[in-house]
Each structure stands twice: as structure tokens, then as C-alpha cells.
């Protein structure tokens, strides 16, 4: 059965076609650069683009796979958590084109997608897991016990980790988004160079907190005046390393203290090549497994939404005509 995954739940229009057996067929994304202008996503712009793009999205997808429409057996698109205009968008059309097509359609949590973007690359979730999710808008840490069955262990107290990575690069003036650009910025700076708050390092339990470090940054560069791109650099690297510090600590605590073997990275800031180097760092010396999803399908992507789709339908599951959509919440159990 092919499946049509639909991801419209912040400011890119993606879909992807996924089949058990032959994984990701064609998956297509059109990102919305008008938001670069704005220093930030702006909702009614974001689902106006959706409404815009989506169709031709959708001819193309097919298109490039060489797959009639006549041949989907399902439909699954993010029916949250995300922007509301956004997530109505792609939710009204799934349910559309299910009905006229006579298929059944679910609505996928956006953040169980991310999780299961790991199998992507064509291997199954390992059981017990613990994924760390980091995206624009979640850090959040979750106990994966079996498939379709999650706990959150961890979350944060504010700010998102991709949240951090967007203020601080529109502090040192390095555009939106944040994250590849502050990673860019950090290659020629000296982590050490500042030393940033490592949030929640002595409190108990598995939260994360970020705004404490985007406060100490705003502090650090007002108080230098105008900065010279070594500085930039060096405030840059030095701030990454406090976020990626802070998610690998935690994270590798909590793995231990649940005794969960296998860790996994999820979402946009799991493309931050520092994260993903000193995960895996620190998950061998503890003697953990390590996992990240392909750089491709670590930011929002239609194919993630298509793989958890399928293993939904495959359950008989069908949300027709009622399906709706929510702005918030974690990923809740379905088995
Ligand atoms: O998962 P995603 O595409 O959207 C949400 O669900 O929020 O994540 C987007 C976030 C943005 O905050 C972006 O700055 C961040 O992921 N990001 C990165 C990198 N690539 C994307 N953060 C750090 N390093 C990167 N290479
Ligand atoms: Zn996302």
C-alpha cells in the first residue's frame, strides 16, 4: 500500500509517499523563505503559503514517483501539535482527497513523526529507547517502551533548543533559521571562549531550561558593543556548546537512570553536527546505542508523517470525516 503523508504544521509544505518494503518513494518539500524577511515564522503568512503550495506540492510528488493518485491506499497528515492556520490547511485537504478517493485518512502527532523519522534510513526503532526530541518548538525526552507506546520523561521548562538556536543567531545578526546558521558561525569560534550557563545542572529530574543562557548571551554581546566576526564566532560556539552540553548531560542521565540501552536524536536541531558528535560520544562511553535520523528527514518532512501513517492504517485505523487539529500536547499511546 503506497501513503501519502502531509506535513503542513509550521512553515513548510511537504509530502512524501511511503510503502512497507520499499520505504520512502518520493518525498518533496517547498520551503517558505518569505519568513527569512521577518526574522521569524508569521502564522497567517505560513498557512496562506500552504494554501498556495500544496496542490502543486502534491502533483509533483506523484509525478516524480511516477505514482497515479488512483494508487494510494491512505492518507496521513500532522494534525498537530503546530500552528492551527497551518495544521487546517493540510488537514482539510487530506480528509478531501481521502474522501474523494474513497481511502481511509489518519491525523499524525507531529512529534511521533519526528521519532519515527529514525526508521527512515531503513532500520526499525529499538525497544527500550529513549529519544530526544529538539525542534523549534519541543525538547522534550521520550521513553519509548514498545511501538506506539510513549512516556515523557523530560521537557522543557521554556524555550525549545531550536527556539535558543534562533534568538541567539538573531542576536549575533545571522538570519533565520537559526540553528544551521549558528552552526556555520561556530566553526570558527572557540567553544571555551565564553563561559555560558549549563542550565538545570543541579536540580534533579530531566527538564531543560533555555532562556536563561538567551538572557546571558543578550547580556554578553550588549555588553561587548559592536562585535567583530571572530567574536561572533567565538559567542556562537561557545552557545552551542551550552545547548548541546545541557541535551547530552540530560539525556545520558536519564537514559541511566531508567536503564533505557538505546538513545535517539529527533527533530531539526538533530542536524546540528556538534549534538549529533557528542551524543554519540557520550552514549559509547557510557555504554549506550546511539541512533540520529538521516540529515535529510531531522527538519520537518513529509516522509516521516507517510512512515507513521502507514504503521497506523496498518492497525485498521481510520479517522475519516472527523478528524481535527490541536495547537499542543504530547505524543500520546496508542498501543
Ligand atoms: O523540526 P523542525 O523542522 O520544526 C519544528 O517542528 O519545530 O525544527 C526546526 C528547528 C529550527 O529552530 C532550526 O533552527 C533548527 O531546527 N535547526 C538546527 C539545525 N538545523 C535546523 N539547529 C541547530 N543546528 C542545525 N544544524
Ligand atoms: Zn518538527
Redesign the pocket.
Known amino acids: 500500500m503506497i501513503v501519502l503523508g502531509i506535513e503542513t504544521s509550521?512553515d513548510d509544505t511537504s509530502l512524501a509517499l511511503y510503502a512497507r518494503g520499499r520505504g520512502v518513494i518520493a518525498n518533496l518539500t517547498a520551503r517558505q523563505v518569505i519568513h527569512e524577511e521577518y526574522g521569524g515564522v508569521v502564522p497567517e503568512i505560513a498557512s496562506r503559503q500552504h494554501m498556495r503550495t500544496l496542490l502543486p506540492v502534491f502533483d509533483a510528488v506523484l509525478e516524480k514517483a511516477g505514482v497515479d493518485r488512483t494508487e494510494l491506499g491512505g492518507v496521513g497528515v500532522s494534525n498537530g501539535p503546530g500552528l492551527v492556520g497551518s495544521l487546517l490547511v493540510g488537514v482539510g485537504f487530506a480528509k478531501s482527497l481521502a474522501m474523494g478517493l474513497g481511502i481511509p485518512v489518519v491525523g499524525v502527532h507531529?512529534i511521533e513523526a519526528?521519532v519515527l523519522s529514525n526508521e527512515l534510513g531503513g532500520e526499525p526503532l529499538r525497544y527500550p529507547s529513549l529519544v530526544l526530541v529538539v525542534?523549534?518548538?519541543?525538547t522534550a525526552l521520550y521513553h519509548v517502551e514498545h511501538m506506539g507506546h510513549y512516556t515523557l520523561v523530560g521537557n522543557t521548562r521554556d524555550d525549545a533548543a531550536?527556539?535558543a538556536?534562533?534568538k541567539i543567531a538573531k542576536l549575533l545578526g545571522l538570519g533565520f533559521?537559526?540553528?544551521?546558521a549558528?552552526?556555520r558561525a561556530a566553526e570558527d569560534g572557540d567553544p571555551r571562549a565564553v563561559d555560558f550557563p549549563r542550565a538545570m545542572r543541579d536540580r534533579g529530574g530531566f527538564d531543560f531550561s533555555f532562556s536563561g543562557l538567551k538572557t546571558a548571551v543578550r547580556q554578553h554581546v550588549e555588553a561587548r558593543g559592536a562585535l567583530s566576526p571572530r567574536d561572533v564566532a567565538d559567542i556562537a560556539a561557545s552557545a552551542q556548546a551550552a545547548i548541546v552540553d545541557a541535551l547530552v548531560e540530560r539525556t545520558v542521565a536519564c537514559a541511566q537512570a531508567h536503564a533505557i540501552g538505546h538513545v535517539y536524536l529527533a527533530?531539526?536541531?538533530a542536524?546540528?553536527g556538534p549534538l549529533r558528535a557528542s551524543m554519540e560520544a557520550a552514549c559509547a562511553s557510557a555504554g549506550l546505542s546511539y541512533h540520529a535520523p538521516l540529515l535529510e528527514y531531522?527538519?520537518?518532512n513529509g516522509a516521516m508523517v507517510a512512515r507513521t501513517a502507514e504503521l497506523l492504517l496498518s492497525t485498521g485505523r481510520d479517522d475519516g470525516a472527523c478528524l481535527d487539529v490541536f495547537t499542543r500536547g504530547a505524543i500520546e499511546s496508542w498501543a
Open positions: 509550521c507531529h519526528h525542534s523549534g518548538g519541543h531550536g527556539e538556536f534562533d533559521p537559526g540553528g544551521p549558528v552552526q527533530g531539526g536541531v542536524a546540528n531531522c527538519t520537518d
